[in-house]
């Protein structure tokens, strides 16, 4: 069984920044990929950064310039930073990770972190 807690969120004016952080916990045999996604009311969850267990990245066109993830293997923690937030980046964000367990290789989701962008 494998855990992932966000932690990070909250409320921020328009340009500024924050950062989220997820940490893996469990018995943890290996981790693969490692992503952020979010969902705004109303909307459906979208994928908005990936990284690999070698460290590429990808991210959605509309975050690119402004997000970036990173991930500390020693650690089983990913993180994403936000800079220059607009308000419609308003959403929960949820960590998510394919991990290697004592059950499998199975894929996890964190319960999210609320992110608000507002003045």
């Known amino acids: 069984q494998v855990q992932l807690v966000e932690s990070g969120g909250g409320l921020v004016q328009p340009g500024g920044s924050l950062r989220l952080s997820c940490a893996a916990s469990?018995?943890?045999?290996?981790?693969?990929?490692m992503g952020w996604s979010r969902q705004a009311p109303g909307k459906e969850r979208e994928l908005v950064a990936l990284?690999?267990?070698?460290?590429?990245?990808n991210y959605a066109d509309s975050v690119k310039g402004r997000f970036t993830i990173s991930r500390d293997n020693a650690k089983n923690t990913v993180y994403l930073q936000m800079n220059s937030l607009k308000p419609e980046d308003t959403a929960v964000y949820y960590c998510?990770?394919?991990?290697?367990?004592?059950?499998?290789?199975?894929?996890?989701w964190g319960r999210g972190t609320q992110v608000t962008v507002s003045s």
């Open positions: 469990g018995s943890i045999i290996s981790i693969d990929a």
């Open positions: 998510s990770t394919k991990a290697t367990s004592l059950l499998g290789t199975l894929g996890y």
């Open positions: 990284i690999t267990s070698g460290g590429s990245t």
